[in-house]
């Protein structure tokens, strides 16, 4: 890098290479590192528009003057912004610069051999024994002594000396770790770019489709999605949903079948943490509900004959299932318009044991169902399913209906039906014979369950999960594994040799001092075993042994 | 028994856990200032008697509930506390006969279990099916384990930074004294090797420059601190991380996606890369001894965030805690 230069380079390239070294140190790795922690903690304290747009809606009401600061610097998405997604690259870049020199140095120390030393005395951890074989013998037998330690030995037997090495496998864990994280960035990326993921609301016996305008509300797609949805085919036959007696629930289970374009089907069960995946959708078991089936006519004409999902308003701490079910059939061919508002007790039993009581009880189960129904009439100001702007509305009568019953929606009278459970001091007044031919007519032949499954397609799931087992494995080694070296050189010594070994390891060096001492023992036994002073009576005693 | 006698039996074992090991710490921290053997002794069997109450509290609590005891904020932190209790006797005390940061970490416990009665307590109940998963019970086992782990390396790390900034004085006073300076006095504040502590076989506690008695912290040489600190990191990294990734799997199966920004997930992430970003400052010239010690430190509060602040003001999927 110093020194004189042949041909000045320009300043360019000069500032090229200072970038390139800059983002090749691990300091910049470790302040990228902790920006890209701090751009997190700015997600999680700021709402985020992917996880909560009313939030920000809310956010942006009460503060103002900040939410258009935030707005500005790409705060309410912080995982989709800019500066996030630069800091992303610039991790990216360090990591590829940082590893690639690093995986070509490995691949050649991988190569490259065991290198001799001299001066073994002047390494942490040294010892010199007097053994009976000769030189050469002698450091064979180490060597052989050492591979079958796992050490990576170079022998040169004419010297007698020997070099080895152990632990390449920390930097095989590390570099592993590092092009595993990078891989799964990139996966990550990728999946999510070109995938989406959205809600499906279906009534047993009913059908959906894989379609943009299929999905409850917005479908979430990747920045790189195509806009071609899978097409599948799902029919639910039937929803199951286990409660304990507590009203705790237990699992739910809806059963389908699925058809792709092409025509192959299959049959499945999606239960909570069940799910299944099917011509490259994941289908996950989300939510469920009642959709009582509604029939409207007048006259003889019918308005409206189908399900109507209903969804549930939960006062904080009260018991979901001990509430109402409500939802709305909105007719708007009409004039003037006409909606019903409906409120739905699955459990009538259950129901008027609460009103009795004073304590609620969850209505888990369909068991002589009831609604209270109330019709407005004016002008509609959306198709909304799950509210009811009455602006321009005013109500014209109220009821109850049981399932099986044929009420006229009109007078809010009852024309066939049972009471069964249900009190007629609760309003379910049976229309007068003679009250002339109903207006407007409603019948409740079915209550049904629907299920709501979160669809999503993301094609790169294998590849992350592949990428963090990677990460596991490469992290294990990465920081376990010590790299040690150890050298031995046979010198003679009298019929025998003095065998001089001597070591050191780069990390985890307190446990190696044991080590070492174990490898001393067994080289020398190897190499004929310590010899006693009285067999070798010309060994100077001051070599027995030397201790660091 | 009764559901709830097993159940009483688990908050009176709790509490007296509590008041265990309040008294551990006081008698570790007179341990700490008076350098009486039976003020340790004490210490130790009380904090024995804290670590079986604290267990008996989490196995009552298991029985009472009939699923694993560790479903929900109150009931990690019982396990986390038991886990940092046990590691400290286990390896601290008994193995590397490290006696004097006591008192830290029954600090550390006293605060876990306060945090866990006064914002997180519920009763003992069954879990929402979508709660029940088989990765989940692995999730949440390796992240206590680790966050147990990670804690100890952290309170090691404070200890650390106090006894490093009292050696630094030490040898400032020594350098501007009349007296000579030290001969290499066991106080490598600067030169504590990637993981080479001094010997700790024995007598740790004692620092190791004798010639240089004065007025001293009671603690063992930072290098050793700060050595051990680096074990217990480096321990809970890789299993943090599996953590997360077993959180990841059970997220795919049970929401049908493995990774969503939500606030846990978030500072779960925040916390793993703040502890990578300690792995590579130990690493690194310039950046290891204090700077490193920093970065393990905002890991920890970090790793706070993750478990507590999470669950009481910011909501999101995992908020399941009450
Ligand atoms: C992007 C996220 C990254 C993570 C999570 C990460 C994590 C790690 C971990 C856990 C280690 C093991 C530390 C040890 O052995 O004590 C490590 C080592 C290392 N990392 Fe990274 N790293 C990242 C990025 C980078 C980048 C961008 C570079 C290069 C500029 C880099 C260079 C290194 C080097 C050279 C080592 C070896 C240190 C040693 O063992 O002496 N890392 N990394």
């Known amino acids: ?548 | 028994m009764t559901t709830e006698q097993w159940a009483r039996l688990s908050s009176d074992a709790f509490n007296l856990a509590l008041f265990a090991y309040i008294a551990a710490m006081i008698a570790s921290f007179a341990y700490l200032a008076f350098r009486r053997e039976r003020l340790h002794t004490v210490a130790t069997a009380i904090g024995v008697i804290g670590l079986v109450a604290n267990g008996v509290s989490i196995v009552t609590r298991g029985i009472a509930a009939g699923r694993t005891p560790w479903g929900n904020m109150y009931e990690y932190s019982t396990m986390i506390t038991f886990l940092v209790v046990l590691g400290y006797l286990w390896f601290i005390e008994a193995r590397a006969k490290v006696r004097t940061v006591g008192g830290f970490v029954y600090a550390m416990a006293v605060l876990w279990m306060a945090m866990a009665v006064s914002f997180f307590y519920v009763g003992p109940t069954a879990l929402m099916p979508a709660l029940n998963s088989y990765w989940r019970q692995i999730h949440v086992t390796a992240m206590i384990t680790a966050s147990s782990l990670l804690g100890i390396g952290c309170l090691l790390t404070i200890v650390y930074l106090i006894k490093a900034a009292s050696e630094r004085r030490e040898l400032e006073r020594l350098r501007t004294g009349t007296t000579p300076p030290p001969i290499m006095g066991g106080a490598g504040v600067e030169t504590s090797d990637q993981d080479a502590p001094p010997d700790y076989a024995g007598g740790a506690d004692e620092p190791v420059g004798s010639a240089t008695t004065s007025r001293k912290i009671g603690l063992p040489p930072s290098a050793t601190l700060d050595a051990l600190a680096y074990k217990f990191i480096r321990f809970g990294f890789p299993v943090w991380t599996f953590g997360v990734i077993c959180g990841a799997i059970w997220a795919q199966q049970t929401w049908g996606r493995y990774w969503g920004w939500d606030p846990k997930e978030t500072w779960s992430f925040i916390t793993w890369v703040i502890f990578a970003g300690y792995l590579h400052a130990r690493a690194t010239a310039g950046w290891k001894g204090t700077r490193a010690a920093i970065v393990a430190l905002v890991g920890f509060v970090s790793l706070l965030i993750t478990y507590y602040a999470v669950n009481l003001w910011i909501a999101g999927l995992h908020s399941y805690a009450k």
């Open chain 1, 1 to 548: 890098m110093s020194g004189p230069v042949a041909s000045t380079p320009s300043s360019l390239r000069k500032s090229v290479a200072l970038v390139w070294r800059t983002l090749r140190s691990m300091r910049t790795a470790i302040v990228l590192l902790l920006m890209l922690a701090a751009g997190a903690v700015v997600g999680s304290l700021i709402p985020q528009i992917p996880n909560s747009p009313q939030r920000v809606a809310a956010y942006q009401v009460d503060h103002p003057l900040w939410a258009k600061l935030w707005q500005a610097a790409g705060f309410f998405d912080v995982f989709g912004s800019w500066w996030f997604a630069l800091i992303t690259t610039l991790l990216f870049v360090s990591l590829v610069a940082c590893l690639i020199p690093r995986s070509r140095a490995m691949i050649r120390a991988a190569r490259a051999k065991p290198i001799h030393a001299r001066e073994l005395d002047a390494f942490p951890a040294f010892a010199e024994r007097r053994v009976a074989l000769e030189p050469e013998a002698a450091a064979a037998k180490a060597a052989t002594m050492l591979r079958r330690k796992h050490y990576r030995v170079e022998l040169d037997a004419a010297s007698g000396s020997v070099a080895a090495e152990k632990g390449a496998l920390r930097e095989i864990g590390s570099l592993a770790f590092h092009w595993a994280f990078l891989l799964l960035l990139i996966a990550v990326i990728v999946g999510k770019g070109t995938g989406y993921v959205g809600h499906a609301t279906i009534v047993e016996g009913y059908g959906w489709t894989d379609a943009q305008f299929n999905y409850d509300g917005d479908v979430r797609t990747g920045r790189f999605f195509g806009g071609d949805f899978s097409g599948t085919q799902i029919q639910l036959q039937n929803f199951q949903d286990d409660f304990r007696t507590s009203g705790i629930p237990m699992d739910f289970s809806s059963q389908m079948s699925l058809t792709a374009p092409d025509g192959t089907t299959e049959q499945a069960d999606v239960r909570i943490n069940h799910p299944v995946v099917f011509n490259g959708i994941r289908i996950y078991q989300f939510g469920f509900g009642w959709a009582p089936i509604v029939q409207v006519r007048r006259g003889d004409q019918t308005l409206f004959d189908g399900p109507v999902v209903l969804g549930q308003t939960t006062p904080p701490g009260g018991n979901p299932l001990a509430q109402p079910w409500t939802g709305f059939v909105k007719l708007t061919t009409l004039r003037p318009q006409i909606a019903i508002a409906v409120r739905l007790y699955p459990d009538a039993v259950a129901y008027f044991q609460s009103l009795a009581t004073g304590v609620p009880q969850p209505m888990t189960e369909a068991n002589a169902p009831f609604m209270e129904y109330e019709v407005w009439q004016g002008k509609l100001l959306d198709n909304s399913l799950t509210t009811l702007d009455t602006r321009f509305m005013h109500q014209t009568s109220q009821g109850l209906i049981g399932k099986g019953w044929t009420v006229d929606a009109t007078r809010g009278c009852v024309i066939s039906g049972t009471s069964g459970a249900i009190p007629a001091s609760l309003g379910n007044v049976t229309c007068p014979t003679n009250g002339g031919p109903a207006t407007l007519t409603m019948g409740f032949p079915d209550l049904r369950q629907y299920t709501t499954l979160q669809i999503s397609h993301d094609a790169t799931v294998p590849w992350v999960l592949a990428a963090a087992i990677l990460i596991v494995l490469g992290l294990l080694p990465a920081l376990y594994i010590s790299r040690r070296k150890v050298w031995v050189r046979a010198r003679p010594d009298g019929t025998g040799s003095s065998l001089q070994v001597g070591g050191f390891a780069l990390q985890r060096k307190d446990r190696f001092d044991e080590e070492f001492a174990s490898l001393v023992e067994a080289v020398t036994t190897a190499a004929g075993g310590a010899t006693t002073r009285e067999s070798q009576p010309e060994s100077r005693p001051e070599s027995q042994e030397v201790s660091p």
